[in-house]
């Protein structure tokens, strides 16, 4: 894979949180909010502003957002750890 856009970047991300939903947004031309969700229930499991990406990134790039994420995701709530695992 060579270079991403941040809108393929954040479907491939889709992809690896799946079936847990994911969105994201930039809130800054060089940061961004990622948001995973319960898709029946709409519920947020986490949210987490200030993830360090951009418009145009490579593999390693979106590989450290997925891995930020997750690892947000085991500190701040270890019960909800097993939802993705499930996945």
């Known amino acids: 894979m060579n270079k991403v856009t941040f809108p393929n970047a954040c479907q491939l991300m889709r992809w690896h949180f799946h079936p ?17 969700f319960d898709r029946e229930s709409g519920e ?14 490579n593999a390693m790039d979106v590989e450290r957002i997925i891995e930020a994420i997750e690892l947000e995701l085991e500190t701040f ?7 993705l695992n499930r996945a």
């Open 20 to 36: 847990v939903g994911f969105e994201a947004n930039m809130d800054a031309p060089s940061s961004m909010v990622a948001r995973l």
């Open 44 to 57: 947020t499991v986490i949210a987490i502003a200030g993830i360090p990406c951009a418009t145009v990134m």
């Open 77 to 83: 709530i270890p019960s909800r750890i097993d939802y």
